[in-house]
Nanobody, 120 residues
Framework: VQLQASGGGLVQPGGSLGLSCEVSGIIFSISAMGWYRQPPGKQRELVAT???????NYTDSVKGRFTISRDNAKKAVYLEMNSLKSDDTAVYYC???????????????WGQGTQVTVSS
């Protein structure tokens, strides 16, 4: 199973950016998907998660600015980021809970990370 993230880059404060992540490989089902980030010099933290049914959860600092969504048919998760601040600068990682076969347990898989830099 591989998670391929894309869409990072440099954006000015107040700008917008979108991230995408597609899951590939042997997949029976995908449960929760999400985005995490690791700011410079800090630990990885949760940004947003979305269940298979579309229930979402956001960390307080991004509520009202970020929107997570998913396309189950494409096995993809997205993060729309608006009103970006310098504090949003981080490496963003996508995450998925994947069951590869019907009889095996769900496992966590991570993307390679994509850099988001908010700076003027």
């Amino acid at each position: 199973v591989q998670l391929q993230a894309s869409g990072g880059g440099l954006v000015q404060p107040g700008g917008s950016l979108g991230l995408s992540c597609e899951v590939s490989g042997i997949i029976f089902s995908i449960s929760a998907m999400g985005w995490y980030r690791q700011p410079p010099g800090k630990q990885r933290e949760l940004v947003a998660t979305i269940s298979r049914d579309g229930n979402t959860n956001y960390t307080d600092s991004v509520k009202g600015r970020f929107t997570i969504s998913r396309d189950n048919a494409k096995k993809a998760v997205y993060l729309e980021m608006n009103s970006l601040k310098s504090d949003d600068t981080a490496v963003y990682y996508c995450h998925a809970e994947v069951q590869r076969y019907p009889i095996v347990a769900v496992r966590d898989f991570w993307g390679q990370g994509t850099q988001v830099t908010v700076s003027s």
